[in-house]
């Protein structure tokens, strides 16, 4: 069983990058499409961006895209969130998630999820 890791979460200014990590262990994520979510305060989590086992295909939430950009190294079995240009509604948790399968925007596709990891935007 994969198990994942998030880290590269903090407290930014508006404006500036940050890059997630999602960490696997366990198993290799080589077969495992992924996704990241997030949740704000009071929010249900919402799809962010996925990536399909190859890289190959990648999936954004239609408001984010342009800004967030997802990749993998599945050498390292790590994929990661390029943020770019936050501002403060990018403030929430957010999820890595892994599935068997084909890449979807669907939360409750993805059967395998980290921790999750803090982001905050300060204005």
């Known amino acids: 069983q994969v198990q994942l890791v998030e880290s590269g979460g903090g407290l930014v200014q508006a404006g500036a990058s940050l890059r997630l990590s999602c960490a696997a262990s366990?198993?290799?994520?080589?077969?495992?499409?992924v996704g990241w979510f997030r949740q704000a305060p009071g929010k249900e989590r919402e799809f962010v961006a996925a990536?399909?086992?190859?890289?190959?295909?990648?999936l954004y939430a239609y408001s984010l895209k342009g800004r967030f950009t997802i990749a993998r190294d599945n050498a390292k079995n790590t994929v990661y969130l390029q943020m770019n240009s936050l501002n403060s509604e990018d403030t929430a948790v957010y999820y890595c998630?892994?599935?068997?399968?084909?890449?979807?925007?669907?939360?409750?596709?993805?059967?395998?999820w980290g921790q999750g990891t803090q982001v905050t935007v300060s204005s």
């Open positions: 998630a892994a599935r068997i399968g084909i890449v979807t925007r669907t939360r409750c596709d993805y059967d395998i």
């Open positions: 366990g198993r290799t994520l080589t077969s495992y499409a």
């Open positions: 990536i399909s086992w190859s890289g190959g295909n990648t």
